[in-house]
């Protein structure tokens, strides 16, 4: 109950919250796209030459291919040569510990509600944050540590762990997998990475905080997060950047290995700045995230909140490999204005027994476009695969548009596959009964909304799920009424 | 309290309220009779502030106010519950959450402080006796699957806990058996005071005897026709509203 | 479009066309041309091979004349019970003196009346099978129903097929009803013998305002017949549209069923059952179009799959920005049978107005084994118990088609198939 309070509460700001930015020294590459600058990134991260191969490896293929427009977007086309590839605050001397980090970069980060310093943090949460191309923080590395549980940034782990960021690296999205995909794997600056030792159950969540603050500069982390049989992880993302007129583009890779037994669970609550109201500037959000159940009895679970970007291209997936191995996908996805959003997930079952659960709720308001897209495929050996999926609209108002696009492919005959799809608008009749109770019709609408969601919203752990609250309401506020 | 002056209401062009007067005291109950289509309902949604009517002349004073310039939830937090012939279903949305949402609205408007989730949870269970309603009834969706009866114990006791000055049951017997009107009526005679007043709009007089009105109005074609005691409630129970039709019908004609 | 195998198999097609309709027959060629057959990359026909398999099974791509058909013929293709007015066809060409008439139904050869708007309602720019009907059909039909006539009889089109090996039937029947007009068909198409050829047919209905029809295909091909259908249909206010599309056989079948709701108050209705046995593939395509507010459209699809057959299944239904108060739904079950059967199926919803109910559904499962085994245990030997079940599976379809002689007809087919086969 008090996260409803909490959101009506908050519910004086109107505008995007987090459209500042900072000036401080970066250290950038210089603008534009080729094997130098490929070259120069992995230099300055003093990379060795697998990576760097590697990389080479995804530019080559990343110049073959064509940009996807199959998605139902319209956006104008980035040019992606006018972009900045690397931009990291400077750091005279590479930190040890939170301690060490710049205490200008720390008060970025408490601006934005997050503090890194572990004394003040109620909850058990360990944060590595990304700032730009670089991972410039993470808390509780040695509680953590004690467990035999690395996290740490993506650089770090190159470095500390090379033969598990060598066997993992590239194992769930393969470098060819798509055209985004594969310029991330040549470019991308950092991002975290994390492995849980068999049998261990993660203690506290662990999370990525993601903020662009550079202007003209993609963003292209990457996530890679290995479960070893029987262990545990709860994982979040949260994401915020600066009010721009240009778009930006965020082109990330998350990548989930889940051995025998294990269970990831990983949360997005997305909130890049969705441009203004006239659908000027915002983020173009084109991310790939996929995970493995490659041991048998796995468990990978997918809950996301899509309040921000201007466009958002996003399909967090599951490979259910292993038999009996379940995936799960819960996703409210808000647009407004003009923002558009083409997202879903595809359950690909190809062990025995494996099943999986879809849970969307799409809500359009302004002239946005929302539209589900999703993929349940069951593979000729996949006996006794389950999939149950519900996939609903919630429209506010006449000029914006819901849209579904579920593909279900079954090429085996003991598989049970249900789809449903609803959609609706909120009703005036709702309102007016709120507004009777002494509910102004902001609120009425938060709180029909969150009812609405509530099913995606209790999959996230509580402090998330008020924070989700919070910018359903504020994603909405002036669509009704 | 409530000062009715000349109230004329339509929808879409077409008038339902021609000329309303009405006046409520603190402490008084006043019956809205009539025939199917006479403006009931329409009387009770315009004086809660529902959209869809235009009120297209005369003026309604609350406690010394304009009520009819005042939004629907400030009508609500001056004091003004309506209790709905169909109350909506909302899905995902938990009656106690509503309640807290709305009362600590109510509060706010009034000047009192929000109420705590320990304090919250102490009146709803205070209220929860007057109208013999389940806590698993108000931790479900509200009114979503829930029955006839249910849905109205459900808004006589959202009306316990907002505390209004002025209720206004719109048809609230409807679709109740006997047990179920017994406690709905038990709820409403409880939460009467000296310094509030109820308006209880129905189509038959079996509510009347377990609310009973101090005055009882008669409404056709959007007036008020006939004014009396709980007598002209009994009158009209045994013969029927075809006499006053036909009192009024031929004196407009003459 | 796609990657026109720049169809050197098809040229044949286009020497020695009729003289009739010369600028459309252009016009349909050009539009061919431009689009080409549809590749695997194209998202309509991802799950559905079409130019590979019309360029590999059919060599000798060229138009098929008509054949001979005895009345004798038509009495044994008749269904047991019907009472109606049949309209006998050869390869797509109209045969008047073993049809029957009517009050109010008029019939002329597309050749005697070449000002009737074919190409505007089935457009050829969309579509490159209707384009390159446009382009080749021999002659055709024009049905027109009186304004006001309700004609009780329904109207069976016999279709008969045989050609030889990789020749192409391009039947085209363009059918106009007046306002207030109804009228129910029955469009069965049935193979002479068991040569592989190339159906590619399009039916156009343009219905005045408070039209009410009716449109049964009943699909019954040898098992080498590549089918391409388009059904497209334009209704006005205060009309009603129904059509059956049942698909029993056939090597590969694509069924393009338009609708495009032109008025409020339409009421657009779309049923269809595959039961798919061999390797039959069965593509069924259809896209109901909302543009008036006030409309309804209704679907259900059931689909029983056996053996290697393979089932694909796109319903699209469109609400546009002014359709508001829209009913929609849409429902695709299927039934999978065998081990090597597959079911591609996408209901899809594009939703611009928000006051509106729509809803689909799909399921993809198999017999209640539960059920099986409860009526085994009550005497009733496996082939049967699950001829029962799938046939009470199919049953939802097949009681929405009103005409008794047509549904008894159907049901049969249905019964021997799912008593013998499965």
Not at chain 1, 143 to 161: D, N, P, Q, Y
Not at chain 2, 198 to 219: A, G, M, N
């Amino acid at each position: 109950m008090s996260k409803d309070n909490q959101i009506l509460e908050d519910l004086n700001s109107k505008e995007y919250e987090h459209g500042w930015s900072v000036d401080f020294e970066t250290d950038e590459a210089p603008i534009g796209l080729n094997e130098d600058i490929i070259r120069w990134i992995s230099t300055k991260k003093e990379e060795p030459s697998w990576l760097l191969d590697w990389r080479l490896k995804a530019f080559k293929i990343w110049q073959g291919m064509s940009e996807p427009a199959w998605a139902n977007v319209n956006y104008p086309k980035m040019d992606l040569q006018a972009l900045r590839y690397y931009s990291a605050p400077k750091q005279s001397n590479k930190p040890k510990n939170i301690n060490e980090v710049d205490p200008e970069l720390i008060a970025i980060y408490e601006r934005l509600g997050i503090s890194l310093n572990e004394q003040k943090r109620l909850q058990g949460i360990a944060i590595d944050v990304v700032l730009d191309s670089v991972s410039v923080a993470t808390t509780f590395k040695e509680t953590l540590g004690k467990l035999g549980i690395i996290f740490c940034s993506f650089s770090e782990a190159v470095k500390e762990h090379p033969d598990l960021v060598q066997k993992y690296l590239g194992s769930v999205v393969p470098m060819t997998d798509n055209y985004y995909a594969a310029l991330n794997a040549a470019v991308f600056s950092d991002g975290s990475f994390c492995y849980i030792p068999k049998g261990v159950r993660c203690p506290m969540e662990l999370s990525t905080y993601f903020r662009i603050n550079a202007a003209n500069t993609g963003q292209f982390e990457r996530t890679l997060i290995v479960a070893d049989d029987s262990s545990y992880v709860s994982y979040l993302e949260g994401c915020t950047a600066p009010q721009r007129d240009e778009n930006q583009l965020h082109a990330a890779v998350v990548e989930i290995y889940a051995g025998a037994h294990a269970e990831v669970k990983y949360s997005t609550v997305q909130n890049w700045y969705p441009g203004d109201k006239e659908g000027k500037g915002g983020i173009y959000n084109f991310v790939t995230k996929r995970g493995i159940c490659a041991g048998d009895h796995s468990k990978i679970s997918w809950t996301q909140v899509e309040t921000g970007s201007a466009v958002t291209w996003k399909y967090p997936s599951c490979i259910l490999k292993g038999d009996h191995s379940i995936g799960e996908f819960y996703s409210v996805a808000v647009t407004n204005n003009y923002q558009q959003a083409d997202t879903g997930t595809k359950m690909i079952h190809i062990g025995k027994n494996t099943k999986s659960r879809i849970v969307s709720k799409g809500i359009s308001a302004g002239k946005s476009q929302n539209s589900y897209r999703g993929q349940v495929q069951v593979m000729k050996r996949a006996h006794n695969a389950r999939n149950f999926s519900q996939c609903d609209s919630l429209l506010m108002g006449n000029q914006c548009g819901a849209h579904t696009f579920p593909y279900i492919d079954i090429a085996n005959p003991s598989a049970k596959v249900e789809h449903e799809a609803t959609t609706s608008k909120i009703g005036e009749d709702q309102i007016f009964y709120c507004n009777q109770r002494g509910i102004a019709t902001e609120d009425a609408v938060a709180l029909i909304v969150n009812g609405y969601a509530k099913e995606v919203l209790n999959q996230l752990p509580m402090e998330f799920a008020v924070e989700a609250q919070k910018l359903l309401a504020l994603t909405l506020e002036g669509s009704v009424g | 309290m409530l000062s009715i002056k000349n109230l004329h209401a339509s929808i879409e062009g077409t008038p339902i309220l021609r000329g309303i007067n009405l006046e409520v005291k603190a402490g008084e109950v006043h019956a809205i009779m009539g025939p199917n289509g006479s403006g009931k309902s329409t009387l009770a949604s315009v004086l809660a502030g529902r959209e869809e009517y235009e009120v297209t002349e005369g003026e309604v004073l609350f406690q010394g106010k304009e009520l009819l310039e005042l939004s629907p939830e400030d009508r609500a937090r001056e004091g003004v519950f309506l209790a709905f012939q169909y109350p909506i279903e909302i899905p995902g949305v938990s009656t106690t959450n509503f309640l807290r949402t709305a009362l600590n609205q109510v509060r706010e408007y009034r000047g009192l402080e929000p109420l705590d989730a320990v304090k919250f949870l102490s009146l709803m269970k205070e209220k929860m006796a007057l109208v013999e309603i389940d806590q698993k009834l108000l931790s479900r969706s509200l009114n979503e699957g829930f029955s006839g009866g249910e849905k109205k114990r459900n808004e006589i006791f959202q009306m316990a806990m907002l505390e209004p000055v002025l209720s206004i049951l719109d048809e609230t017997d409807s679709g109740l058996d006997i047990d179920a009107l017994r406690i709905v009526s038990n709820g409403v005679n409880k939460l009467k005071s000296e310094n509030t007043a109820t308006i209880v709009v129905t189509h038959y007089q079996r509510l009347l005897d377990y609310i009973v009105p101090d005055f009882v109005h008669v409404l056709y074609k959007g007036r008020i026709v006939k004014s009396g005691t709980k007598e002209l409630a009994l009158e009209l129970e045994e013969k029927g509203y075809d006499w006053i039709k036909e009192e009024v019908d031929s004196t407009a004609t003459v | 479009m796609s990657t026109l195998t720049k169809s050197t198999f098809v040229s044949g097609l286009f020497e020695a066309l009729p003289n009739t309709f010369p600028s459309l027959r252009q016009m349909g060629k050009e539009n061919f041309y431009v689009q080409g057959f549809p590749s695997l990359k194209d998202e309509e026909y991802k799950f559905t091979p079409i130019a590979k398999k019309l360029e590999t099974s059919l060599t000798n791509f060229s138009s098929a004349n008509p054949v001979i058909i005895s009345a004798e013929q038509i009495n044994k293709a008749v269904p047991a019970g019907f009472e109606g007015v049949v309209l006998a066809f050869s390869n797509g060409k109209y045969l008047p003196e073993l049809s029957t008439s009517v009050e109010g139904l008029t019939v002329n050869f597309l050749s005697k009346n070449e000002s009737t708007p074919i190409g505007s309602i089935a457009k050829a720019e969309n579509d490159p099978f209707i384009a390159l009907n446009q382009a080749t059909f021999t002659d055709g039909l024009c049905i027109s129903i009186e304004k006001k006539k309700e004609i009780t009889l329904p109207i069976l089109l016999l279709q008969f097929h045989q050609a030889k090996e990789g020749q192409v039937i391009s039947p085209r029947i363009w059918i106009e009803a007046g306002d207030f007009a109804k009228a129910s068909f029955i469009d069965y198409s049935i193979s002479l013998d068991d040569a592989p050829y190339f159906v590619n047919k399009v039916v156009e209905i343009k219905g005045g305002i408070h039209t009410d029809l009716t449109y049964h295909s009943l699909q019954e091909e040898n098992n080498q017949v590549i089918q391409v259908n388009a059904l497209v249909t334009d209704i006005q206010q205060d009309s009603q549209f129904t059509s059956t599309q049942i698909t029993l056989s056939g090597d590969l079948v694509r069924n393009n069923l338009t609708l495009n709701l032109l008025g409020s108050n339409a009421v657009g209705n779309m049923f269809g059952i595959y039961l798919l046995n061999g390797k039959t593939h069965v593509d069924n395509h259809t896209n109901v179009d909302h543009t008036f507010p006030h409309a309804e459209s209704n679907e259900l699809y059931k689909g029983i799959l056996a053996d290697q057959s393979r089932g694909v299944f796109n319903g699209k239904i469109f609400v546009r920005q002014a359709a508001q108060k829209t009913n929609a739904f849409q429902q695709n079950n299927n039934i999978l049978l065998s081990e090597d059967a597959i079911i591609n199926t996408k209901p899809q919803l594009e939703i611009w107005a928000d006051d509106v109910k729509c809803s689909h559904g799909c399921t993809v499962g198999q017999l209640d084994e539960e059920a099986l085994f409860y009526l085994q245990a009550r005497g009733i030997d496996k082939t049967t118990a699950r001829g029962l079940l799938l046939y009470a599976f199919a049953g939802e379809v097949l009681e929405k088609i009103e005409l008794e002689s047509l549904r008894t007809f159907i049901t049969t087919k249905i019964q021997e198939r799912l008593g013998s086969k499965f």
